[in-house]
């Protein structure tokens, strides 16, 4: 079974910046789609980044693009979510998520939630005007 540990939420203000960690265990760190998920109060939960742990191909919502960046450290079996600029719309719990079927980065691009089997706890994200 996999395991994913979310790590680096917090409360900044608007224009700050965050990096969260997703350690992954218990699974071979290989042709794995890890995804980055956020839920804010009342809505429904929606993809931000993904990355596909071969190859590293990247994809990234249009509410992020180009203030958050999705990066890996093979070495440590880490998924980072590096978010600058922060809004306070980004405020939100977040979660990362793994897709371990080996389906490619295409389909990772997708960041379809249903495709996502396994799933951290969430971190905090406060972002303040």
């Known amino acids: 079974q996999v395991q994913l540990v979310e790590s680096g939420g917090g409360s900044v203000q608007a224009g700050g910046s965050l990096r969260l960690s997703c350690a992954v265990s218990r699974y071979t760190y290989s042709r794995i789609c890890m995804g980055w998920f956020r839920q804010a109060p009342g809505k429904e939960r929606e993809g931000v980044a993904s990355?596909?742990?071969?190859?590293?191909?990247?994809y990234y919502d249009d509410s992020v693009k180009g203030r958050f960046t999705i990066s890996q450290d093979n070495a440590k079996n880490t998924v980072y979510l590096q978010m600058n600029s922060l809004k306070p719309e980004d405020t939100a719990l977040y979660y990362c998520?793994?897709?371990?079927?080996?389906?490619?980065?295409?389909?990772?691009?997708?960041?379809?939630?249903?495709?996502?089997?396994?799933w951290g706890q969430g971190t905090q994200v406060t972002v303040s005007s």
């Open positions: 998520a793994a897709d371990t079927r080996g389906l490619g980065g295409f389909r990772c691009s997708w960041l379809r939630r249903s495709d996502f089997g396994y």
């Open positions: 990355i596909y742990t071969t190859g590293g191909s990247t």
